[in-house]
């Protein structure tokens, strides 16, 4: 099984950065795709970024020109930089990793003061 770790969140005011990361438990080579989702308090999870293997990217229309994901595969890690964070992007982010069947980490708590 994979294992995934995020770690990064945190308390920020409105307009402050965050630089999420995932740490799998093996190689990032061997992930086909990675991604981040959001879950807002009381809301479904969805997506937010997805990278595959090979660096092509996908962003919820929220995200971007906001939000950058990145791959380090030699380092087993993932990241999603988050610039100019609103109040709305408060919630908790989950790493995702799919690689024949869909992994989950446990999640890291944003938290966006106005």
């Known amino acids: 099984q994979v294992q995934l770790v995020e770690s990064g969140g945190g308390l920020v005011e409105s307009g402050g950065s965050l630089r999420l990361s995932c740490t799998a438990s093996e190689s990032g080579f061997s992930l086909h795709t990675m991604g981040w989702f959001h879950q807002p308090p009381g809301k479904q999870r969805d997506m937010v970024a997805l990278?595959?293997?090979?660096?092509?990217?996908n962003y919820r229309d929220s995200a971007k020109g906001r939000f950058t994901i990145s791959r380090d595969n030699a380092k087993n890690t993932m990241f999603l930089q988050m610039n100019n964070l609103k109040p709305e992007d408060t919630g908790v982010y989950y790493c995702?990793?799919?690689?024949?069947?869909?992994?989950w980490g446990q999640g890291t708590q944003v938290t966006v003061s106005s």
């Open positions: 995702y990793a799919l690689r024949g069947v869909t992994y």
């Open positions: 990278i595959t293997r090979s660096g092509d990217t």
